[in-house]
């Protein structure tokens, strides 16, 4: 006997109870009469925090005042922001000159307005506009962070900088209002539309090395002045450390990572020697042997000055870390892929840079930004060995006389610049996180 | 399952030239003897199906002949080509033998497309525009021309499939190898992808194809090897392998398909 339902039964609204607020509150917060009593309990005890943290950081806090003393004959009770507020470009810049203070200002904005294309839908090439920060961003930044004299070399990748910087500012303008690479906008400009490709490619190569010589030349002329790295200090030091330790550990990494899973026996070795040695030491202990042992190994009259032993350590430490995240990535990556990728011809450097890292990688985001967090806050370490990084910035207030004591709130403000920071950080990850996995649902 | 193609008996196109020849290969996973002595030639434009119980090495079989699987004893020649630890070798044989998974293995991250283009692109070194007119020509074949801009993860089982069929030929192989190619799809999907491999099948293509679907072996195989615990047992025409089974083990399986 069949049994048969004749109409289609039609969908109906959810229970009020499921999707309005006043269900939601009633369920999450009202549910009984002892969840009721610990949410009157909980509301309570923020409205104490909140309302002590607002009456001393603003109700009565002070922002003008010429030492701590005039704070206190103001308020007793409140924050002494005048402090911070009198040592806020020494929290910046350190002990850089202040007469020079824009070169940093101007790296900073030379560094967002390259990466700003990576951030436009429109804009063409953007694994070129990534490769040619990471390539020709250090140089020019660290001219323009230590000055001095300009080597040949120096000169060479100074005039680059500018040349990619250019047409990458360039390749932007075409892309955001043609929709087009800067690469076709020139030959279309040249009329050169019909030509074959090797010859369109020669244009663009001549077009290159004309731009190359102009900038050599215009480079030539500007110098400024040397300052050396024992005055750096501060947020920027932090965040030079920490940026050239983010930009180095994740290629660092990965080449780690793959050497792990190496079949290679000698470089497998290696690679696990060297990861596990440096994951299981402090990183405060590989900072001083990076300053204190390293130049006894060194030969005689070799000196590396203490910035980069730190640097190198910083670079050394988190890219063992992040083999170990890379190599969790590539483990979850199912054999299958490989086998498609083998079955195509792929090669062993095609199948990992197209198929494999670009997945494992994507898995990976919120770990590696969460290494890349932990780098930055670690990097706070250095001042133990003496460089004035930002949290050694923030310390030395108390010991200026005027300010004499005042612990507080300088740390209270370099913990919302962490924040800050590490928050925005963190936000960025999970909006590449969503965006990347747009379309793709397994 | 059987299938309304089964009437139909699709004209072999065999050549005397050899494409594949396997002689005496023996396989091991570590102490396990998955293959033993396998002697296996197949000519140009030959289709075979493999077929055999679970573990009976129909599978390793064929990642042996595009070098997924490394045997440990005997020849495997492929397209004139001795399979070894030469790397360039593999590669060159893998480019020419074309495989089909049965987890269909396309690249989530990639669109349909793009999946197509990559092995043209980067191992055949096309053009761009060129690799594109290919891909579209095959997923025309394969009939979704329309998904060309989705990702794998949202498509059905048999239209992913249809793809990796698609992607394996852009690379315009001498050989397709298929293993269990519709193992993984809901009953009703089977038939779309084994439409594609019947069309396939009709244009010369040398194949083998380890499945399940006799109907679809009856309609397209030259010849039907049964394999069983790492031998191939018995081979023959489909129409006397099915009918008239020579060997006990044969007979056992076929009465328990069927």
């Known amino acids: 006997m069949a049994i048969i339902k004749a109409e289609k039964t039609t969908a109906r609204p959810a229970p009020l109870f499921e999707t309005s607020v006043i269900g939601w509150l009633h369920k999450n917060l009202f549910s009984s009469a002892f969840n009721t009593l610990l949410t009157g309990f909980m509301l309570y005890i923020i409205y104490l925090t909140v309302s002590g943290v607002f009456v001393w950081g603003f109700a009565d806090a002070t922002y003008v005042a010429k030492n701590r003393r005039e704070c206190y004959d103001n308020s007793l009770t409140g924050a002494c922001w005048a402090g911070v507020i009198h040592w806020l ?55 323009l962070f230590s000055g001095g004299d300009k080597g040949l070399f120096m000169q060479f990748t100074i005039a680059g900088a500018i040349v990619a910087f250019a047409i990458n500012m360039a390749n932007m303008i075409t892309g955001q209002t043609k929709n087009l690479g800067l690469n076709v906008f020139l030959i279309q400009m040249l009329g050169q539309t019909k030509a074959t490709d090797n010859a369109q490619r020669n244009i663009l190569l001549l077009l290159t090395a004309l731009a190359f010589g102009a900038a ?10 040397g300052i050396t790295w024992t005055k750096w200090g501060g947020l920027f030091l932090t965040l030079v450390i920490s940026g050239i330790g983010i930009a180095s550990s994740l290629p660092g990494g990965i080449i780690l990572a793959l050497g792990r899973r190496s079949k290679l026996t000698v470089i497998r070795v290696l ?84 198929i494999i890292m670009p997945q494992a990688l994507k898995h990976m985001i919120p770990n590696i930004v969460g290494s890349f967090i932990g780098l930055l806050k670690d990097t706070t370490l250095v001042s133990i060995i003496g460089l004035f990084d930002i949290l050694g910035m923030l310390r030395s207030i108390s010991k200026d006389m005027p300010w004499i004591g005042l612990h507080k709130e300088p740390l209270v403000f370099g ?16 909006h590449l996180e969503v965006k990347l996995s747009a379309g793709e649902r397994h | 399952m059987s299938n309304e193609q089964t009437q ?94 049965q987890n269909f293995n ?91 491999m019947v069309e396939l099948a009709g244009t010369g293509m040398t194949m083998i194809v380890v499945t399940h679907e006799m109907g679809f072996a009856k309609t397209i195989a030259d010849r039907v090897i049964f394999m069983d615990e790492g031998d191939i047992v018995e081979q023959n025409k489909p129409a006397e392998f099915f009918e008239n089974p020579q060997h006990e083990r044969t007979k056992l399986f076929l009465s328990q398909i069927l």
């Open chain 1, 89 to 143: 470009d020494n929290i910046f810049y350190g002990r850089y000159p202040r007469d020079q203070i824009w070169r940093i200002n101007f790296g900073g904005l030379l560094l967002v307005l390259w990466m700003a294309p990576l951030w436009m839908s429109r804009v063409k090439g953007k694994v070129l506009v990534g490769a040619t920060v990471v390539v020709f961003y250090p140089f020019i930044a660290g001219y």
């Open chain 1, 271 to 354: 690679c696990v020697g060297f990861i596990e040695v440096f994951r299981s030491v402090p990183l405060i202990t590989v900072l001083f042997m990076a300053t204190t042992m390293f130049p006894l190994f060194m030969p005689e009259g070799f000196v590396l000055n203490k910035l980069a032993q730190v640097i190198i350590a910083v670079i050394l430490f988190n890219a063992c870390y992040m083999a170990e995240t890379v190599r969790a990535g590539l483990q979850a990556i199912p054999k299958g892929q490989y086998e498609g990728a083998h079955t195509i011809g792929l090669g062993y450097w095609k199948m990992m840079g197209l």
């Open chain 1, 415 to 430: 913990a919302i610049l962490f924040f800050i920071l590490c928050f925005s950080m963190s936000k960025y990850s999970r």
């Open chain 1, 216 to 225: 050599f030349v215009w480079q030539m002329g500007w110098t400024v002045e």
């Open chain 2, 106 to 196: 396309l690249f989530p991250h990639m669109t349909i497309l793009e999946n197509l283009i990559l092995g043209p692109i980067w191992v055949r070194k096309m053009s761009k525009a060129e690799a594109i007119e290919t891909a579209m020509m095959y997923l025309e074949r394969v009939k979704i021309p329309e998904q060309a801009d989705k990702y794998p993860g949202q498509m059905s089982g048999g239209q992913q499939q249809r793809v990796a069929i698609a992607r394996s030929l852009c690379m315009n192989p001498k050989i397709m190898l298929f293993d269990e190619p519709t193992s993984a799809l809901d009953p009703e999907m089977i038939k779309e992808v084994l439409d594609v």
């Open chain 2, 8 to 101: 139909g008996k699709l004209a072999s196109a065999i050549s005397s030239e050899v494409m594949i020849e396997v002689n005496n290969m023996n396989k091991w996973y570590g102490a396990f003897h998955v293959l033993k002595d396998i002697d296996l030639t197949v000519h140009k434009g030959e289709r075979i199906v493999v077929c055999g119980p679970s573990g009976s090495g129909k599978s390793t079989l064929i990642r042996c002949i595009n070098a997924l699987e490394e045997h440990q004893e005997g020849d495997v020649i492929v397209d004139g080509i001795k399979l070894g630890k030469n790397l360039k070798n593999l590669d060159h044989i893998r480019t020419e033998v074309g495989m089909v998974f």
